[in-house]
């Protein structure tokens, strides 16, 4: 079988980059190990530069047609201080959504399969097709009962996540790596009745509320690894809330009238990279490619950004993979070395408020970027590339 572009993987970054693969009239297969509508680990949140793909693509209506509740605040708990940030309208975003993966990925999927793309579950990698240069020509794929085929492509494009098999195969370079990590629980919440994002920080803790659906409000508990494996190793139910009551105290009254509704889910953290995400032949996208910290709650936003990225340049042909790296380089390198600095815990409040406005002009610039360059179709690579 022959295709333009086989995706690996086919959660947010690679149903995306299906999707607007095969809006473009390329013949398409995605390739997700996982079922249909299955959860992941993941803060949920959307950034404005997320909300602003998701509005342009016409999806946006079915995330909120969904129940997804409208964020129309960010909240920061700055140890006593309080400071509320309104969302504005702005750029055709109404608001801040942080759906469901269980959600967003299958609207993501149901919109590459109605643009023509042909999306399976069950595969996986087993090897590369390589021709005679060593250029990648396609895959093997093999199903959970170990049948394989081979599938030949165009361009294979790895989606396939922060252990990505197809980095792997094709040796891509780490060209930026991160030094600091974070260990995050996070449970749902019934019955919590918050307005907005609301981030709490402690020195070494961390902690906050997002909405989600289903009436539910992801509660997560953030700490540096060193206290991770000090705290959670024996009982991670009271240590997450110990670090709940630590670094959110506004959130236990709340809590106490509120329902756990879930099991617990740790992510034990990982440090940041940047690997080159193209080579002859393949291509990647979302955390195959570049990963950096959640504790700012900007993967997501990545992941939707770096999809528009790339298709963009697999339409146009190899040589704008390389125009591909440098813009998504140029629109993370901030983003980045904030959520570095973030990490560490190294800050007291005047730094850590210095931090959230370096990350947010980041943001600001991301989003004029990607105005410039797919609403408005200006001939450029990126502001301040």
């Not at 607007?20 to 404005?48: I, K, Q």
């Not at 697999?314 to 125009?323: D, I, K, Q, S, T």
Request: charged content about 25%.
């Amino acid at each position: 079988m022959s295709y333009d572009a086989l995706v690996v993987g086919a959660r947010a970054a690679g149903a995306a980059t299906a999707m607007l693969l095969a809006r473009r009239g390329l013949r398409v297969l995605a390739v997700e190990r996982g079922a249909y509508g299955a959860d992941t680990l993941s803060t949920h949140a959307l950034m404005r530069a997320g909300v602003l793909q998701l509005a342009r693509w016409g999806l946006l209506g079915r995330i909120e047609a969904a129940g997804t509740p409208r964020v129309a605040q960010t909240v920061f708990h700055y140890e006593d201080e309080v400071v509320p940030l309104p969302i504005k309208p702005k750029d055709g975003v109404p608001a801040l959504f942080a759906p469901r993966r269980t959600l967003l990925d299958r609207v993501l999927v149901d919109a590459a399969r109605e643009a023509g793309a042909e999306v399976r579950y069950g595969l996986r990698v087993g090897e590369l097709l390589r021709s005679p240069r060593g250029r990648v020509e396609g895959a093997c794929l093999t199903d959970e009962d170990g049948r394989s085929e081979a599938v030949r492509a165009g361009v294979v494009i790895g989606a396939d996540g922060l252990r990505s098999t197809l980095a792997g195969l094709v040796e891509a370079p780490v060209t930026r790596l991160g030094r600091h990590a974070t260990a995050t629980v996070y449970g749902y919440w019934s019955g919590l009745e918050l307005d907005g994002y609301h981030w709490h920080w402690r020195q070494d803790a961390a902690a906050g509320a997002i909405p989600t659906n289903d009436g539910l409000v992801l509660v997560f508990a953030t700490v540096p690894p060193w206290r991770f494996w000090q705290e959670f190793r024996t009982d991670v139910a009271a240590a997450y809330r110990r670090v709940i009551e630590e670094a959110a105290p506004a959130l236990l009254e709340p809590l106490r009238r509120a329902r756990l509704a879930s099991s617990l889910h740790g992510f034990t953290g990982h440090a940041g990279y940047l690997r080159r995400p193209w080579g002859a032949g393949w291509a990647l996208v979302g955390d195959s490619g570049y990963f950096k910290d959640p504790i700012t709650a900007h993967g997501l936003s990545d992941a939707l950004r770096d999809a528009e990225l790339v298709a963009d340049a697999v339409v146009r042909g190899e040589p704008a993979l390389a125009e591909y790296e440098t813009c998504r380089n140029a629109l993370s390198a901030e983003l980045f070395e904030a959520t570095e600095a973030i990490a560490s815990f190294g800050w007291d409040n005047a730094g850590l408020k210095a931090l959230h406005r370096r990350l947010s002009d980041a943001m600001k610039h991301e989003v004029r970027a990607l105005v410039a360059r797919f609403v408005e179709r200006r001939e450029l690579v990126c502001p301040g590339a």
